[in-house]
């Protein structure tokens, strides 16, 4: 793709650029306007907002694909070609947006809802949990390997978009009774916890004291 | 928790920057997986346990929700939940703006000088990080770690799903998704209460709310994929330029 004089560390990094962009105006505009109108825009919806723009961004790279080959004087071949196809590079940006979206929806808002939902003195571990799931996911994207070559790369894409859209359709299946519950959940009262060593502390004091 | 488990992956990760900084152009590649594993474990020590950790300094000074009264004589009430929110959308910014720092920062030193600079660069901001760390350790909200936690948890999760086993695959899905299925493992309903159950059933509902999000995480790889294509939509038509 053609660069027109963009420095390529601009482009590779899209990504944390597009975030820092787009969180101030989440934090600050989007919320809070969807608040004002009655919405309750609970984290399991955000998180389904999440899979959703990610799917977008999915369709959006497949169509960029598609575009590369046609475009490319190699045709299907637009990898390994000496010369570029006649694009330029910002048209990747609209994959990074909403990559940035999802993000923001379904990432964050997955560590606030690890702490938020989980014991109070287990948050570390669900938390782990979370980050465990990324690790999980990019195991699983090995088996993509194959894909990711030419001229595969739209049905690559394709696949993923088509795999997420299934995510997402399950997702909002599987916890419609959940997202319902959100806020009586949210408002459960902290449990009384004992370690063994305090439990077993205690215990001997109120028998000391009989 | 977060505090203890942050420090052992702190320190597994200045281990691990040790023998990064030796990665240079003819470095060994066997100490780089060692630093990359070690440096694996550290990370992944450390990330469960920030986010949490940056949380808890909020919740601590604000557990409930209060009203405020503005200049402007408005009240406005401040609501915990949302409140947190911010503080997660905050953190996330910071990292990026980390990663933004130190992606274009290490190409560059990279470029112009080599690898070990580039390497050699986080490494010493790193090293500040525990130094903060302990620094400031008295200013921070600490809980304490609760080593018995975890397995009792799942002693629990365990207690409450016995007896509700089949050989048929549907009636013990019924089963263990049902509602009821933590009803019984709360201590109040137990006549003889097992020795190991130090705490009580609201302790129980928590526990049930956070195996629920570890359900709604399962879901999460699927999402995760197309977040590691985008990096690579990039790579391939990147290489192409």
Redesign the interface.
Known sequence: ???GGVP??I???L???A??IF??I??KVF?PQI?RWGFNFTP?KK?QG??IC??L??VV?AL??HF?YVK?PCGEF????EE??NLT?WA?TP??IL?AF???F?????????????????????????????A???A??QA?VPL?T?PL?VW??VT??I??F??WV??WW??RA?DRDNDA??K?????????S??LAAKTESVEKV | MAIGLATVGHILIIVAAIPSVLVNPNGALGSFIIGLVLFGCGVGLFKACISPLVAEQYEASHPRGYIRVEPSGERVIVDPGITISRVYMRYYMMINIGALAGQISMVYAEKYVGFWLSYLLPTILFVFCPILMLGLSKHYVKKPPQGDVVGKAFRLYGFAMRGQWSLNPVRTWKNLSSPDLWEGAKPSHLENKPGWMTFDDAWVDEVKRGVKACQVFLWLPIFWLPYGQVRSISRATFYSC
């Not at chain 1, 637009?78 to 070609?81: E, G, P, R, T, V």
């Not at chain 1, 379904?106 to 799931?133: C, H």
């Open positions: 793709m053609k660069l390529n560390d482009v590779h990094n990504n944390p650029i975030l820092l969180i101030p989440f934090d919320y608040a399991l998180i999440g899979f990610a799917m961004s999915m790279a960029l694909q590369i490319s637009a990898s390994d070609c570029p196809p590079v990747q994959a990074y990559i999802s993000e923001i379904a990432s964050i808002t997955g560590l606030e809802y690890a702490y938020t939902k989980s014991p109070k003195n287990m948050r570390s571990l669900v938390t782990g949990v979370f980050w465990f799931t990324h999980f996911s990019s699983i994207a993509f990711a030419d790369l690559l894409y993923i978009a795999l997420t299934i995510g399950g997702f599987t916890f959940l959940l949210d459960l009262p902290e449990g009384g916890y004992q370690s063994n305090a439990a």
